[in-house]
């Protein structure tokens, strides 16, 4: 009895061992998967998705143009019929096993790219995977047709350049929608993606800009393609954006965790937890997407040194007040996190030129929140709130040299309506007087109550005018 039990372990051990040798032998040889293709306006990402990490090369053959990739150890098991090719530079993705255990690789191409390659660990959603970039030589002619015109400052000014403070010029908010691509941002329940639900409060809000006298919006990211952080805010200085505004809707390590917020750069250390952990998971976007070699160094360096110090004062607080602005809107129809603008280091809104400000529109993680976040009904609301927050904030600071500067110094400028609220379970009204920074009295008097009783449904005016008074000079 004790004998046999014995020989079954060590039988048994040995089973084991020969299993791990075959499992061993077989992750070693790293499969191609899936492949994956993302076109962006300047560049066509391709994705192979191993069952492990494999080493590889590349190079170009031309006459016709082709691009090689030898993956050492690999064998290719992917399905690429049904890769969207049109409006890519590719034309086919052919493979062929060489020298027994490796594999090349050949991508037939219909005109020359600058291809650039790299491998990405492991993710929460994604395996191994290597990454073909491939850059279109030419530059996108959206980028070269924007308008060049001098960097005007957005900050505030003081009315004291003559009179030369209007002009023609739009002014201009650049949209941009987080992640995206490969990196897919948050995930909800039920398979709720935050790259798509951002995107399309983005176009909501794009069109509301452009809808309204003197403004214009771009959208930084115009589909479902992978944009590293750095060359966001390089798209919206490009445009000659007046603000940078990043829309997400990310989750949080509480499922409950609820509400919008908005934040705006720290340049030392996050006013709150949440803002750390945020910034933290945000600023991961290059680590999941990928962004391979591109250079974060030196010239960041460079900024972070010279050109904060100039002018990144006066840029953090047109951040802070454009961001209560939106924040004190955006209150109007969802609840808030936190009640004030909060900072911490966020890499998107390293612009030291452009007012800049990242918008949490819910925790995609709650469900509560994740089912609201999905409808279109909830995705305009939000976008409309953004929308009356920028205008308003651009109303009473607009940039010199634009349309709105010369409706504001001829008196055209319609005066400010009072916003609408509608009382939600838990407001009082004094909760509400402090989230639209008006006082109590006003609130009350605008809306002749003789009391602080208020009913879930109910809709109060929010009269204007107090930030504006409190914030002119
Ligand atoms: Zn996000």
Redesign the pocket.
Known sequence: MLNGGITGRVALSWLIAGVLLVLSGLVNAADIQSVRLWRAPDNTRLVFDLSGPADHSLFTLSNPERLVIDITGASFSADVSGLPLSDTPLTGVRSAPRDKTDLRVVLDLSRQVNPKSFALPPNQQYGHRLVIDLYDHEEPRETISAPARPSASPLPQTPSRGGSLGGERKILIAVDA??GGEDP??LGPGGVR?KEV?LAISRELKKLMDAEPGFEAVLVRTGDYFIPLRKRTDIARKHGADLFVSV???AFTRASAFGASVFALSDSGATSETARLLAD??NRSDLIGGVGGVNLGNRDQVLASVLLDLSMTATLSASLDVGQQVLSAVGGITPLHKRRVEQAGFMVLKSPDIPSILVETGFISNPGEARKLVTSSHQQALARAMHTGIRDYFHRNPPPGTRIAAMKSNGQLQAQRPREYQVVRGDTLSLIATRFDVSLSNLRQSNGLGNDQIRVGQILKVPAGSMLVKNEP
């Open positions: 987080g992640h941002g948050a935050e951002v997400h809707a990310d998971r945000e």
